[in-house]
């Protein structure tokens, strides 16, 4: 069983978590935990240089954010990260700040790391 660890951050205090995501049988990844982490423990896990392809769906159990409780994501028009969706259209994403529109349903992502 492939599994692995992808980072997002809420929007609500900026802070990051991880999400466990694991590779079901059709090769989809879905993520099942959430968990609240810190940039150096994100670092030292290696969670930011992950790289993973697939819907993102969330399985039955999963959490939701530790902060806010979401459970969907956006991925970013700019930055490409995730970040927590509550809903309504405008956001800030909790990466680079900035306010747009451009937000996108998450519906296959590709995810990597980079600078935190
Ligand atoms: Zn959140
Ligand atoms: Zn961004």
């Known amino acids: 069983m ?11 205090n900026g802070q990051l978590y991880g999400m ?25 896990e290696g969670y930011d240089r992950m790289e993973i ?17 979401a459970k969907n994501l956006v991925q970013c028009g700019k930055c ?7 809903g309504g259209k405008a956001l800030v994403c909790g990466w680079c700040g900035i306010r747009a529109e451009r937000f996108e349903w998450v519906s296959e992502v590709r995810v990597s790391g980079g600078d935190m």
């Open 53 to 69: 392809r697939g819907s993102l769906r969330y399985e039955a159990d999963y959490p939701g954010c530790p902060y806010c409780g």
């Open 80 to 86: 490409g990260k995730l970040t927590c969706w509550k």
């Open 2 to 12: 492939e599994a692995t660890v992808i980072l997002a951050r809420c929007p609500d």
């Open 20 to 44: 466990r995501t694991q590779k079901m049988p059709d090769g989809d990844w879905r993520r099942n935990w959430a968990f609240p982490v810190n940039a150096r423990q994100a670092k030292s």
